[in-house]
T-cell receptor, first 113, second 112 residues
């Protein structure tokens, strides 16, 4: 059963702690993306990767880090430097070209206490 | 930077009424995609438009891409409660590869 998974669905962390969000896909897609969703602001791109071992900053990369060591995995670390980390985080993947559909995971809702 | 603006932000309609959301870009787009996100869910791809002036239909949904490839619209005829959710447009610039710019979304509420 092909798809894109994110875990966990809900995550709580104390302020000042780093936290890593998981994203895995078995669609054999080259490109993967991380978005942040806040109410009324749509989807904002954090980082994206079009190929293994390479990734690019999106519009709001500050306070976040990623790695792309395997084609199927694109974990996102929310560091303590991120000023307002509480948000809904969505991972997506696509074949990699501008006209390709993006397939989204179910999302992780992160709450920093 | 490039922006994709979407209006309105919210729309409440009575079941059976029509609904339209508009998407405008500051720059020419190579394509426009539309996604729907149900409450508590994740965005799901609806359709893609590539050609200038293109019109596509999916049952009660009609999608248009402007002649200048800078704007797009989604029109729903005779809304149903199953249409509830947030509709996003997303586009890419002609010179870009793989990176979608999303609009802020229009949240549709349908009163039965």
């Amino acid at each position: 059963d092909g798809g894109i998974t994110q875990s966990p669905k809900y995550l709580f962390r104390k302020e000042g702690q780093n936290v890593t969000l998981s994203c895995e896909q078995n669609l054999n897609h080259d490109a993967m993306y991380w978005y942040r969703q806040d109410p009324g602001q749509g989807l904002r791109l954090i980082y994206y990767s079009q190929i293994v071992n390479d990734f690019q900053k999106g519009d709001i990369a500050e306070g976040y880090s990623v790695s792309r060591e395997k084609k199927e995995s694109f974990p996102l670390t929310v560091t303590s430097a991120q000023k307002n980390p509480t948000a809904f985080y969505l991972c997506a993947s696509s074949l990699g070209h501008a006209t390709d559909t993006q397939y989204f995971g179910p999302g992780t809702r992160l709450t920093v206490l | 930077g490039q922006q994709v603006m979407q209006i309105p932000q919210y729309q409440h309609v009575q079941e059976g009424e029509d609904f339209t959301t508009y998407c405008n870009s500051s720059t020419t787009l190579s394509n426009i995609q539309w996604y729907k996100q149900r409450p508590g869910g994740h965005p799901v791809f609806l359709i893609q438009l590539v050609k200038s002036g293109e019109v596509k239909k999916q049952k009660r949904l009609t999608f248009q891409f402007g002649e200048a490839k800078k704007n797009s619209s989604l029109h729903i005829t005779a809304t149903q409660t199953t249409d509830v959710g947030t509709y996003f447009c997303a586009g890419t610039r002609s010179s870009n590869t793989g990176k979608l710019i999303f609009g802020q979304g229009t949240t549709l509420q349908v009163k039965p």
